[in-house]
């Protein structure tokens, strides 16, 4: 069965500075790999995904991620951070089911951005 | 236009009682979910309709039942609510793997 692992719980950074969110999974095959952002009170939306071709993937607001296929890993990387990134981030691995495609979820990420 | 849209946002109710949760799609996916999220964040997949058939159900109690009238609505009722119910609930919709959108979440408090 497949699994997504996020190892940190909180990372707290200071505005401005760089930010990796870590993201491990176990698949047997190649994977289709998602991060998404969860603010306050609302629900995700997803930042950028990873089918196949070149490994680092761009995302929107300024994210982006590196999948490593030998480390089993799909960290999000952002160059500088904003005040407004704080939030809860999900890793998400896919599979497809019945005509269903359904991502499981690591346990998230809260980010906590000081001024 | 909100593309997955779920209402209440809000439902306080009290232990025993029976509640629904409606959610409609405007982006013409086939397929359309409902997730737990629980006090700890982690999102669990309750239930999957892919054109207004059952695909997923998962082991949750059969006092929640789905309800897809058709493809762009999947609602979710649930029975002799109790204090464990409680949590933001996600409706959600997709067209194969490009397309998955959640709507903004409904926040279940039993008491």
């Known amino acids: 069965a497949q699994s997504v692992t996020q190892p940190d719980i909180h990372i707290t950074v200071s505005e401005g500075a760089s930010l990796e969110l870590r993201c491990n999974y176990s698949?047997?095959?190649?994977?289709?790999l998602f991060w998404y952002v969860q603010s306050p009170g609302q629900g995700l939306q997803l930042l950028l995904k990873?089918?196949?071709?070149?490994?680092l993937v761009q995302g929107i607001k300024g994210f982006e991620a590196e999948f490593k296929r030998s480390q089993s890993s799909f960290n999000l990387r952002k160059p500088s951070v904003h005040w407004s990134d704080a939030a809860e981030y999900f890793c998400?691995?896919?599979?497809?089911?019945?005509?269903?495609?359904?991502?499981?979820f690591g346990r998230g990420t809260s980010l906590i951005v000081h001024p | 236009d909100t593309a997955v849209s779920q209402t209440p946002k809000y439902l306080v109710t009290q232990m025993g009682n029976d509640k629904s949760i409606k959610c409609e799609q405007n982006?013409?996916?086939?397929?359309m979910y409902w997730y737990k999220q629980d006090s700890k964040k982690f999102l669990k997949i309750m239930f999957s309709?892919?054109?207004?058939?059952?695909?997923i159900n998962e082991t949750v109690p059969n006092r929640f039942s789905p309800k897809s009238p058709d493809k762009a609505h999947l609602n979710l009722h649930i029975n002799s609510l109790e204090l464990g119910d409680s949590a933001v609930y996600f409706c959600?919709?997709?067209?194969?793997?490009?397309?998955?959108?959640f709507g903004s979440g409904t926040r279940l408090t039993v008491v």
């Open positions: 959600a919709s997709s067209q194969d793997w490009h397309g998955y959108t």
């Open positions: 698949y047997g095959a190649t994977p289709y």
């Open positions: 990873y089918f196949s071709g070149d490994t």
């Open positions: 998400a691995v896919g599979q497809t089911s019945g005509g269903s495609y359904i991502p499981t």
């Open positions: 982006l013409g996916h086939d397929t």
């Open positions: 309709y892919n054109n207004k058939e059952l695909i």
